[in-house]
């Protein structure tokens, strides 16, 4: 951790306009600071403008005017992101079968509809298109389909567009669940759908799971992932079942939001021929698809980990067993039911599973950009007079958020992984690279606590 990140303000020093001090603008709100604070935040800015103009003299004679920024001043947010999003030029090119087939790969790297091709490249790998019959075509309309239907990455800044930046301006998710229209999401966009697709993809090949599964099996989880969170909110169930939203009553407050992924992921097949890749399956392989994608989403419900987690363990204490010819597996590619356990196994672990990445910069991202959509609803949830979501609550700065990423993966990552280590041996080392990432954590509480101490003794 840089000084610069050190000594990056708290946001609970920031009291707006509650007591005399300096009046300014912080994260686009009005704010009036005491002395001290203000002291404190104008020397950080004044680092952050510095770089800013660095990079943006960059950027000018580079001639690329596409970037993710971690400025504060330019995201959406009006939340603190501790210096820990990234300033990326995205990449344009498309990249190579080899590069998407590494856990190095960096979704975050590059623009959106270059993994719209990505996803197609990864099907491709399976020979799924030539298998079923698939058109490249239709399967493209469908995931930049797909990529519209998700909220704007508030960190996504396109200046290249006529008129400058494109933001989010839909309004079907307000209609659906009562949240207000031009939602940005940090967390829950198309980078977390693709992402999520993609770690399916690395299970599948990488961790040599693919040997139990049929064709079928292999399109429908890397299509599952690409779906699982389609037109959500950046809210979670319990916010749409505390609400009473329309999507609540509909779904019955249960599951609502993966149900409604399910509904809008296939609905784009139904109403539209141009996005309609389940024709290409025969009655029955459309039925087998249709019915293992919802089964596989609706295993991304936080609220099923624990009997996701009791299946794992059931299959590990069985122990392996000789299927057929050769060694010992846990999983036997002729049981339909193994097989679909492993896709709802893969898409819940691939949803959760960003502490896990191999560079603690990337999951240092990511873990902003959930909490920071946390924050978000527990404003709401307080605005409403809604009773607080309490693991959400107080995550303001660095020190809380790396204790909560520290939580989540002993408590909720851990115990599925090292589950999914015995059952697919070549997985085992992910939750080393999660114990790693913890470290760095801890690192960030260490040097926040040493800080918060020699302020004290200032």
């Known amino acids: 951790m840089d000084a610069t990140q050190k000594e990056h303000p708290n946001c609970t020093d920031v009291k707006c306009n509650s007591h005399p001090g300096v009046s300014t603008v912080w994260n686009g709100l009005d704010c009036v600071l005491s002395p001290d604070t203000f002291d404190r935040l104008q020397s950080a800015w ?115 567009i006529e008129g400058g930046r494109k933001g989010a301006t839909r309004c079907e998710i307000g209609q659906n669940s009562d949240n207000e229209c031009n939602v940005l999401c940090e967390y829950h966009n198309w980078y977390h759908a693709f992402s999520c697709a993609h770690v399916c993809f690395l299970f599948l090949t990488i961790g040599k799971a693919d040997q139990f599964l049929l064709p079928k099996d292999i399109f429908s989880i890397i299509m599952g992932g690409l779906i699982h969170d389609l037109d959500h909110p950046g809210t979670n169930n319990d916010f749409e079942v505390k609400r009473g939203t329309k999507l609540a009553r509909q779904y019955s407050n249960d599951s609502v939001l993966e149900r409604h992924a399910i509904s809008e992921g296939l609905k784009l097949c139904h109403e539209n021929e141009d996005l309609n890749w389940l024709k290409s399956f025969d009655t029955e392989d459309r039925k087998y698809v249709e019915n293992y994608i919802t089964e596989a989403i609706l295993a991304t419900d936080p609220a099923r980990h624990g009997g996701v987690l009791r299946e794992a363990l059931a299959f590990v204490e069985e122990g392996p067993k000789t299927f057929y010819s050769g060694s010992g597996s846990y999983f036997d590619r002729n049981n339909p039911r193994h097989r679909l356990f492993i896709g709802r196994l893969f898409l819940h672990g691939a949803d959760i599973a960003n502490p896990l990445h191999c560079s603690f910069e990337v999951a240092r991202d990511w873990a902003v950009r959930v909490t920071t959509e946390f924050s978000r609803q527990v404003s709401k949830e307080r605005e409403l007079q809604l009773p607080v979501t309490v693991f959400m609550d107080g995550l303001d700065n660095e020190y809380n958020v790396a204790k909560t990423q520290i939580s989540f993966f002993a408590f909720m990552v851990k115990p599925l992984f090292d589950s999914i280590g015995k059952l697919f041996p070549f997985l085992s080392h992910l939750n080393d690279w999660g114990e790693r990432n913890c470290d760095e954590y801890r690192n960030v509480i260490e040097a926040f606590e040493c800080n918060q101490k020699r302020k004290a003794g200032d």
């Open 46 to 160: 004044d680092v952050q403008i510095k770089q800013q103009q660095e990079y943006a003299e960059s950027i000018e004679k580079s001639g690329t005017r596409r970037d993710r920024c971690s400025s504060l001043r330019r995201s959406s947010t009006g939340y603190d992101d501790f210096g820990w999003l990234r300033k990326l030029e995205l990449r344009s090119d498309v990249p190579s079968i080899l590069e998407i087939r590494h856990w190095s790969f960096d979704p975050l790297q590059f623009e959106e509809n270059v993994l719209v091709k990505a996803f197609v490249i990864m099907l491709e790998y399976y020979s799924l298109l030539e298998e079923f019959h698939l058109d490249r075509e239709t399967l493209e309309k469908y995931a930049t389909a797909v990529m519209q239907k998700h909220h704007k990455d508030c960190y996504y800044q396109r200046t290249d």
